[in-house]
């Protein structure tokens, strides 16, 4: 399995960016899929998960804010981000719970809200 994410920026607070994470290969084998972000110095840190059953699981700090969801037909799935704050500044990682290769990340993307 491979991810690509897209669609990463510079926005200003308040304001609204969908992330894309397009996977390819073996995508039968994907039990579960989740957004990560990671800013420097830290660790990373959960956003939101979508099960192959479409049960979603999201931070705190992220609920009501950012939704997760997935289009099977184009093997893509997103987070759409609302109300961006600066604190949401960091680089989000798609990735990927597989059967046989465990977890798969993408590369990631940079967000940047600023104030």
């Not at 840190?45 to 059953?53: C, D, N, Q």
């Not at 987070?79 to 993408?106: F, I």
């Amino acid at each position: 399995v491979q991810l690509v994410e897209s669609g990463g920026g510079l926005v200003q607070a308040g304001e609204s960016l969908r992330l894309s994470c397009s996977t390819s290969g073996s995508v039968f084998n994907i039990i579960a899929m989740g957004w990560y972000r990671q800013v420097p110095g830290s660790e990373r840190e959960l956003v939101a998960t979508l099960s192959s059953g479409g049960k979603t699981n999201y931070a705190d700090s992220m609920k009501g804010r950012f939704t997760i969801s997935r289009d099977s037909a184009k093997n893509t799935m997103y987070l759409q981000m609302h109300s961006l704050k600066p604190e949401d500044t960091a680089v989000y990682y798609c990735e990927a719970d597989t059967v046989n290769s465990g977890r798969v990340w993408g590369q990631g993307t940079q967000v940047t809200v600023s104030s």
